[in-house]
């Protein structure tokens, strides 16, 4: 059974900094490539980050590049998100979630569809 757990949401003023963190269990996390989405209330789940199962490869959404990181600790079994300049409109509960596949360097896709199992989400609320 594939489990993964989101952790270090919560409150933080404009301009403030976060770390999420997901763990994973149940497959052999270096098998497969990994992804943060974020949804805002009334709006439809988005893309914010994805990294290669090497962690060596990131892709960013427009919103997060500059100012989120993405990075993956293989022998942890986990992923992380460093999230810096936090702005109101990054408000959402952001979700992790785990590739379908893919080759050692291949950057998962932007699209959910890529995508096998998620997370249950942590809240991320960002004041002005």
């Known amino acids: 059974q594939v489990q993964l757990v989101e952790s270090g949401g919560g409150l933080v003023q404009a301009g403030g900094s976060l770390r999420l963190s997901c763990a994973v269990s149940?497959?052999?996390?270096?098998?497969?490539?990994m992804g943060w989405f974020r949804q805002a209330p009334g709006k439809e789940r988005e893309f914010v980050a994805a990294?290669?199962?090497?962690?060596?490869?990131?892709r960013y959404a427009d919103s997060a590049k500059g100012r989120f990181t993405i990075s993956r600790d293989n022998a942890k079994n986990t992923v992380n998100l460093q999230m810096n300049s936090l702005k109101p409109e990054d408000t959402a509960v952001y979700y992790c979630?785990?590739?379908?596949?893919?080759?050692?360097?291949?950057?998962?896709?932007?699209?959910?569809?890529?995508?096998?199992?998620w997370g249950q989400g942590t809240q991320v609320t960002v004041s002005s």
């Open positions: 149940g497959r052999t996390f270096s098998s497969y490539g």
């Open positions: 979630a785990q590739s379908t596949g893919g080759t050692w360097y291949r950057i998962p896709a932007a699209h959910p569809n890529e995508y096998a199992y």
């Open positions: 990294v290669s199962r090497s962690g060596s490869g990131t």
